[in-house]
Nanobody
Framework: QVQLVESGGGLVQAGGSLRLSCAAS????????MGWFRQAPGKEREFVAT????????RYAPSVSGRFTISRDNAKNTVYLQMNSLKPEDTAVYYC???????????????????WGQGTQVTVSS
């Protein structure tokens, strides 16, 4: 069993930055692909970014590409999401997720992820 705990959310003005962190329990973190998803009120949970076990492969949703950066530190069992140039439409609850059986490339599909955190709220004011 893996537990994921997100932190770093908050209220920020448009154009600002935030860095989300997700701390994972367990000794097999370094073998997992890790992803970030988000869910705005009244909308489905959507893919944001993902990173493979080594950090050598990343994928982004078109809406955040060039503004967000996913990274990981396997020594600290932590994955990060650096969010720059934030927009009001980025407002959502952000979830960290772990794929315990990743393929060659990290997945963008929710159903591929086995473990989920409780989420952290990000609010971007205009």
């Amino acid at each position: 069993q893996v537990q994921l705990v997100e932190s770093g959310g908050g209220l920020v003005q448009a154009g600002g930055s935030l860095r989300l962190s997700c701390a994972a329990s367990g000794r097999t973190f370094s073998s997992y692909a890790m992803g970030w998803f988000r869910q705005a009120p009244g909308k489905e949970r959507e893919f944001v970014a993902t990173i493979n076990w080594s950090g050598g492969s990343t994928r982004y949703a078109p809406s955040v590409s060039g503004r967000f950066t996913i990274s990981r530190d396997n020594a600290k069992n932590t994955v990060y999401l650096q969010m720059n140039s934030l927009k009001p439409e980025d407002t959502a609850v952000y979830y960290c997720a772990a794929d315990a059986s990743p393929g060659w490339y990290p997945s963008t599909e929710r159903y591929e992820y086995d473990y989920w955190g409780q989420g952290t709220q990000v609010t971007v004011s205009s």
